[in-house]
């Protein structure tokens, strides 16, 4: 069975920095691209930032400049970092990753989230 293990939220004064990181847990042939997502209480599921297996990035343009997504393919995990945090971060951060099972099906996995709260 596959899942995604996250760490590193918590709470941040505006301006500060959080990294969040998601290692994929389980037997898998390989992974296709993993990334971030974040939902607010009472929004939508929105994309912050992915990676694919190039190490082609893309980000959210609320983030742009201000989060960096990286991966180390050999530990299967992908990295999250947070500069200059706003209120307007606050939310559940989700892992996502699409992965080729031991089987050679494709899979997408969700993380449970990990919550990030910017306040004073």
């Known amino acids: 069975q596959v899942h995604l293990v996250e760490s590193g939220g918590g709470l941040v004064q505006p301006g500060g920095s959080l990294k969040l990181s998601c290692t994929v847990s389980?037997?898998?042939?390989?992974?296709?691209?993993m990334g971030w997502y974040r939902q607010a209480p009472g929004d939508l599921r929105d994309l912050v930032a992915t990676?694919?297996?190039?190490?082609?990035?893309n980000y959210a343009d609320s983030v742009k400049d201000r989060f960096t997504i990286s991966r180390d393919n050999a530990k299967k995990t992908v990295y999250l970092q947070m500069n200059s945090l706003k209120p307007e971060d606050t939310a559940v951060y989700l892992c996502?990753?699409?992965?080729?099972?031991?089987?050679?099906?494709?899979?997408?996995?969700w993380g449970q989230g990990t919550l990030v709260t910017v306040s004073s």
């Open positions: 996502n990753a699409r992965v080729i099972t031991q089987w050679g099906r494709y899979l997408e996995v």
């Open positions: 389980g037997n898998i042939s390989g992974i296709y691209s």
């Open positions: 990676i694919d297996s190039t190490g082609r990035t």
